[in-house]
């Protein structure tokens, strides 16, 4: 099993431009979810999703929209990027929302705004 | 508010020198506590889950543990393989349908050899 898998694992955008970042999961799992990475600050929650076509905000969603069309995808989209949105991204996964099915993350997309 | 703090930020140590990393939190109601290591250029991978004070769980050189109000992640003689950032992420009540998290901006820990 691949895991989590993250799509692409760099990229520079310029200001305005819009890009998609894609995740997949291949363990059928229902919960899926979207983090940005700062330095020296912890995961913030971006989006989430209960499952496919049920989606919902986390904690900083401005200025990113998602889509769950099925089980395995959840991309998640940047219109008119921003320097503030330079960041790491992570997408991870879970079997469901108990504390006994711990998240599964991706290596991320390393993504700079110029 | 949810809350959670690690200490300290970076941690350097030699190889064999035994120490804690610190995990407070503050929740309404904590439904459980996750680690996890971090390696560069890497995403978090799952470590251990605790989910009442007192509770204790071991893997190779790792133990955590659980109170009221922090965990500690104790590293009993490290290895330079051991270098790594470790995160601390809690899960409240009110995320029992959601599975969302709470991290805490994690420690950075290099081990010498």
């Known amino acids: 099993n691949a895991g989590v898998t993250q799509t692409p694992k760099f990229r520079i955008l310029k200001i305005g431009q819009s890009m998609t970042l894609q995740c997949a999961q291949d363990?059928?799992?229902?919960?899926m979810y979207w983090y940005r990475q700062d330095p020296g600050m912890g995961l913030k929650l971006i989006y989430y999703?209960?499952?496919?076509?049920?989606?919902d905000k986390g904690e900083v969603p401005n200025g990113y929209n998602v889509s769950r069309s099925t089980t395995e995808d959840f991309p998640l989209r940047l219109e008119l990027a921003a320097p503030s949105q330079t960041s790491v991204y992570f997408c991870?996964?879970?079997?469901?929302?108990?504390?006994?099915?711990?998240?599964?993350f991706g290596d991320g997309t390393r993504l700079s705004i110029l | 508010e949810d809350q959670v703090t690690q200490s300290p930020e970076a941690l350097r140590l030699q190889e064999g020198e035994s120490s804690s990393l610190n995990c407070s939190y503050t929740?309404?109601?904590?439904?459980?506590l996750f680690w996890y290591r971090q390696d560069p250029g890497k995403g978090p991978e799952f470590l251990f889950t605790?989910?009442?004070a007192g509770e204790e769980k071991e893997k190779e050189r790792l133990k955590a543990t659980l109170t009221k109000k922090e965990s500690f992640l104790h590293i009993t003689a490290p290895k330079p393989e051991d270098s790594a950032t470790y995160l601390c992420?809690?899960?409240?009540?009110?995320?029992?349908?959601?599975?969302?998290?709470?991290f805490g901006q994690g420690t950075t820990l290099q081990v010498k050899p």
């Open positions: 929740v309404s109601g904590l439904r459980g």
């Open positions: 605790l989910y009442s």
């Open positions: 999703s209960v499952g496919a076509g049920i989606t």
């Open positions: 363990m059928n799992h229902n919960y």
């Open positions: 991870a996964s879970s079997q469901g929302p108990g504390s006994n099915q711990p998240q599964h």
């Open positions: 992420a809690v899960q409240p009540y009110g995320s029992s349908n959601t599975g969302k998290l709470i």
